[in-house]
């Protein structure tokens, strides 16, 4: 069974510019979840969506937005890009129902670089 | 506030030795914890779990304990290998409040030396 995926692995922006992360989870998969990986914060949860539906929400300005599609896949976006949004962003996917949510596997990352 | 602390930044230890990983945590609504293993430049992978009406759960060489009245738990990693080198995250849910993020701790770099 093939793992999580995202695309692009790597991105340059420059501030004020908007970007959009893709993930793809392990397939039969119904939840995704966003984190930000930063050196000084560590792990911190943007968001997760299930069915199509934003079900959690972090503690991230508004700036930071996400959607699912019907096929379970996620997108990521960033809007007016700031230098402190450069970190490694992970999706992680889970069956999403009940105990299964907990157990939630990551896809390598996007390395995200603001200049 | 960090509601999942790594109070060790870094360990190591000699191949065939035991490693003691540890962890505590605050938010007393939090109900299951995991561990994942992370190498650089990829995700964290998934290494094992517990739910907090266990004290104790086993895979292989791995095992995690869970002390709830000190709201402590740890990881032991028996023998050590090479391999296990890498940066080792405490992860807990309160799936049971509602909400399955996982809150993170900020690691800890094991060295497993040979």
């Known amino acids: 069974k093939a793992g999580v995926t995202q695309t692009p692995r790597y991105l340059i922006k420059t501030r004020g510019q908007q970007v959009t992360l893709s993930c793809s989870p392990i397939s039969g998969h119904r939840s995704v979840s966003w984190y930000q990986q930063t050196p000084g914060q560590g792990l911190q949860f943007l968001f997760e969506?299930?069915?199509?539906?934003?079900?959690n929400k972090g503690n991230f300005p508004g700036r930071f937005s996400g959607r699912q599609f019907s096929n379970s896949r996620s997108e990521m976006n960033v809007s007016t890009l700031e230098l402190g949004d450069s970190a490694l962003y992970l999706c992680?996917?889970?069956?999403?129902?009940?105990?299964?949510?907990?157990?939630?596997?990551f896809g390598p990352g996007t390395r995200l670089t603001v200049t | 506030d960090q509601q999942v602390k790594q109070n060790s930044p870094s360990l190591s230890v000699q191949e065939g030795r035991i490693s003691i990983l540890n962890c505590d945590y605050t938010n007393s609504m939090f109900d299951y914890f995991l561990w994942y293993k992370k190498y650089p430049a990829e995700g964290p992978t998934f290494l094992i779990s517990?739910?907090?009406?266990?004290d104790k759960n086993e895979d292989g060489r791995f095992t995690v304990f869970l002390n709830k009245s000190a709201k402590h738990l740890s990881l032991h990693i028996v023998p050590s290998q090479p391999g296990d080198s890498a940066v080792y995250f405490c992860?807990?849910?309160?799936?049971?409040?509602?909400?399955?993020?996982?809150?993170f701790g900020k690691g800890t770099k094991l060295s497993v030396i040979p």
């Open positions: 969506y299930f069915s199509e539906t934003q079900r």
């Open positions: 992860a807990a849910s309160a799936g049971g409040a509602g909400s399955y993020q996982l809150t």
């Open positions: 992680a996917s889970s069956l999403g129902g009940g105990r299964s949510s907990y157990e939630q596997y």
């Open positions: 517990i739910s907090s009406i266990k």
